[in-house]
């Protein structure tokens, strides 16, 4: 495996490893909670809470795997291109 491939998904793996527990013990902490007892609908499968803000570890895996990239750019160009591009700001040809 190239090693400009493996070290991204390497740090993003550990990033997302490590912050996930924390991430489920800060939600717990300040009650951000998916409570089926409260929120009766057919689609509901879990029979306890459970932490809303199950993206924010895999955000930040993929933010430092932007950061270990090594894709011939710096890597704040690469991250800042990325950015706009997910939020639009290339999405519309200026004409």
């Excluded at 190239?2 to 997302?16: R, Y």
């Excluded at 409570?35 to 803000?53: E, F, L, N, S």
Aim: a positive charge; aromatic letters at 14%; one cysteine or more.
């Amino acid at each position: 495996m190239d090693p400009k491939f493996f070290l991204p998904f390497a740090v993003a793996t550990a990033v997302s490893f490590l912050t996930t527990p924390a991430v489920i013990l800060v939600l717990k902490k300040l009650q951000i909670l998916d409570d089926p007892k409260k929120h009766k609908h057919a689609k509901i499968t879990h029979t306890y809470p459970v932490p809303r803000g199950g993206g924010i570890p895999i955000f930040l895996s993929l933010l430092t795997a932007f950061f270990f990239s090594s894709s011939g750019q710096t890597s704040s160009r690469n991250f800042t291109q990325c950015w706009d591009c997910s939020f639009g700001r290339y999405s519309r040809r200026q004409i």
